[in-house]
C-alpha cells in the first residue's frame, strides 16, 4: 500500500480541481509558484505531485520550458525499457523480486514494454550487441547494480539510460545510515564522538554490500578520531545469532557503538543487546545503528520498538526514474542521467539500557 504521504494527497486536491474546472485537454495549470501559494505547499511537495500526475496517472503532461498541462487523448509509444535482474544466487532475491515487480507495474501503467535483462549479460560489453537493438532505453538501480559495476561503464552504453539511486540527507537523531554517503557517516561520528563513546563494533556479513558498508564505517570512525585499537569489526553468517557472542564478549560492547551493516543481523543485535543491559543497568550506555530499510519493498518491521527507518518510497523513486527515462528518449536519445533522490535518516529508541532513551 502507497503510503499517504504530503504530495499524494496535494495531487488529490490538484486532481479534484482540475476536474472541477472542466480545464480541457493541453489547458496549462498554473505555474509551480502558484500553487504553491494556493495550496500552502513546498516547492517540493508541489513538484512530486504534478510528476505523479503526470508519470504514473498520466492525466498531465509536461513540456520542457512550459510547464504542465492536462494531458490530451494520445496514445502513449510502445517503449521498450531494460531493467535488470538481480542473479538467483543472491540472498537477497525476495526484496529485489519486490522492487522489479514495482518497475514492472509502473511501466505497464504507461503502456510500455518491461524487458528483464540478466546482470551478467549488461556488464560484459560483447553481450551489447545481442542486448541493446532490442531496447528503447535503460532503467537501472545504483542499489541493484552498484556493488557490481563501474558508473562509467554504464554510462557508455549506446542507448538512453538513466541511473537513479537514494542520496541521504540527515535528521538528527538518526540511526540509518548508508555509508556510500559521506556526509551520513560523517555526521553519524559529530553526533556520537570518541569523548562519548569507548569505541566501535560493526557486524558485517559476506556479501558484497554488507562489506563494503563495514568499510565506510570503519573509514569514518577513524576520520572522527576513533583510535585503531578502539575498533572492532565481526563477520557473521546472515542466518546466525550474535546473540551468544554478545553475551560472551559482553565487556566489548559497554560504552560503545554497535553498528549494523545488514537488517538480516539488525533485529537480533537489538535483542542481544535489551537482554546484556537488563542485568548490567549500570554499565555505560550503548547505542545500536543499524542498517535497515522499512520500505514496502522490506521484509520488516522487525523490532519493537522499531530501530530505524528510511523515509522513501522506491515506488516513487522507479516513478521519478521511469519519467526522465521516457523524457531521454524522446528528446536526447544518447543522454544519460544519474538520478539522485533525496531521502531522509532517522533514530528512534535504540540506546541501552532502555531508560536512558528519555535523556537524550
Known amino acids: 500500500m502507497r503510503r499517504n504521504t504530503k504530495y499524494l494527497c496535494l495531487a488529490d486536491e490538484i486532481y479534484r480541481d482540475a476536474r472541477k474546472a472542466k480545464l480541457k485537454p493541453e489547458k496549462p495549470l498554473p505555474s509551480v509558484r502558484d500553487l504553491m501559494k494556493k ?20 492525466f498531465l503532461s509536461h513540456m520542457p520550458g512550459k510547464g504542465y498541462s492536462i494531458a490530451g487523448e494520445r496514445k502513449t509509444p510502445q517503449y521498450r525499457i531494460g531493467f535488470i535482474d538481480r542473479p538467483w544466487e543472491d540472498i537477497r532475491l525476495e526484496r529485489m523480486l519486490r522492487m522489479k515487480e514495482s518497475i514492472v507495474r509502473s511501466l505497464k501503467q504507461i503502456h510500455c514494454t518491461p524487458c528483464s535483462v540478466i546482470m551478467r549479460e549488461l556488464l560484459d560489453p560483447a553481450q551489447h550487441e545481442k542486448i541493446l537493438p532490442h531496447l528503447d532505453g535503460l532503467l537501472l538501480s545504483w542499489s541493484i547494480i552498484g556493488e557490481y559495476a563501474k558508473t562509467k561503464d554504464l554510462l557508455d552504453i549506446r542507448l538512453p539510460t538513466v541511473l537513479f539511486q537514494g542520496e541521504y540527507i540527515t535528521d538528527l537523531p538518526f540511526s540509518q545510515v548508508v555509508p556510500d554517503h559521506s556526509t551520513a557517516m560523517r555526521e553519524l561520528f559529530r553526533t556520537y564522538p570518541p569523548e562519548r563513546f569507548k569505541g566501535v563494533v560493526v557486524f558485517f556479513c559476506r556479501y558484497p554490500n554488507s562489506a563494503s558498508r563495514k568499510d565506510a564505517f570503519l573509514h569514518y570512525a577513524r576520520e572522527s578520531g576513533f583510535a585503531e585499537e578502539n575498533i572492532t569489526s565481526i563477520l557473521f553468517n546472515e542466518y546466525a545469532s550474535p546473540y551468544s557472542y554478545i553475551l560472551k564478549n559482553r565487556e ?109
Open 252 to 360: 566489548h560492547f559497554f560504552g560503545r557503538i554497535v553498528l549494523s551493516t545488514t537488517d538480516l543481523l539488525s533485529d537480533k543485535i537489538y535483542n542481544a543487546l535489551n537482554f546484556l543491559y537488563e542485568s548490567n543497568v549500570n554499565a555505560p550506555p550503548s547505542i545500536l545503528v543499524s542498517y535497515d530499510n522499512l520500505d514496502d519493498c522490506g521484509v520488516h518491521p522487525f523490532s519493537m520498538p522499531l530501530i530505524s527507518s528510511i523515509d522513501y518510497s522506491r515506488r516513487d523513486m522507479i516513478s521519478l526514474a521511469i519519467q526522465q527515462l521516457l523524457a531521454e528518449i524522446r528528446e536526447a536519445p544518447e543522454h544519460k542521467t544519474i538520478l539522485k533522490i533525496p531521502t531522509r535518516l532517522i533514530l528512534r529508541n535504540s540506546f541501552f539500557p532502555r531508560a536512558d532513551s528519555h535523556k537524550r
Open 39 to 58: 495550496y500552502g505547499a513546498s516547492k517540493q511537495t508541489v513538484c512530486n505531485a504534478l510528476n505523479y500526475l503526470a508519470a504514473e496517472k498520466q
